[in-house]
């Protein structure tokens, strides 16, 4: 089983939410192929992202981002993520940041 996690926001600098995504797969190499094609796709058909390193969610438009995620959805995977509201967590907890990271990170 290989898992991907990833990241987006912050926990207390700025913006209102923290996401954690998971997408675990028992193949690597098709999940990456799916996901290289997608973004490849998307490039072709949307010159303004043709410059673009990484394809960031937070500047792409919601027909980019149900795209990639049905794309990626197609293969055998499956997708987990958590969603904190940064304001409603507690500012111990912001302090402790790896804490929290962790502790997010085992849901």
């Keep these: 089983m290989f898992l991907f996690v990833d990241e987006s926001g912050n926990l207390g600098r ?5 996401v954690i995504a998971c997408i675990a797969t028992v193949s690597a190499s098709s999940l990456e192929k799916r996901v290289k094609k997608s973004v490849l796709k998307v490039k072709q058909r949307f010159p303004q992202y043709r410059d673009e390193v990484e394809l960031k969610a937070s500047r792409s438009s919601p027909v980019i981002k149900d795209f990639v995620i049905r794309n990626v959805a197609a293969k055998d ?3 987990s993520y958590v969603v904190v509201d940064v304001p409603q967590v507690a500012p111990e907890l912001k302090e402790a940041k790896n804490c929290l990271y962790t502790f997010l990170l085992h849901f």
């Design 14 to 18: 700025d913006g209102r939410y923290f």
């Design 77 to 79: 995977v499956q997708i």
